[in-house]
């Protein structure tokens, strides 16, 4: 039987270091290229959670009839829940750029102006999440 010598460990290890780094920074690199969030889909989604309730609590066909309505209703009010959140979170945010903006000089005012802009092209260019309907 070979016993392998303190030169060949060594160089096993190295090499397994050095395949395992490159294959974490292809993975790493490929999951950071990807969009973070899909499109919420919410045909998918009723569809999947009808599913799931009926093979997890064996629903017949009956409770299956009623339990589609009753999906349907929840998404609708997340959604509005959802917009209703967005539109504060806007309203917020407008008070607190009137509120710096009353202390900027009005060079300032302007510069800052452009930098809000440009924040809210980024916003706008990027692919929305939300999928309401």
Known sequence: MNVPT??????????????????????????GRRSMFRPFDREEVRVKTCQRFTSELDLNAEQQQKLDPLVRQGLDEMDAAHRQHKERLRGLMRQGRDRISEILTPEQRVKFEAMEA????????RPKGSGSK
């Open 6 to 31: 303190r030169k060949t460990v060594l160089l096993y290890l190295a090499a397994t270091f050095v395949v395992g780094s490159i294959a974490g920074f292809s993975m790493g690199y490929g999951f």
């Open 118 to 125: 440009e924040r809210e092209q980024r916003m706008s260019s």
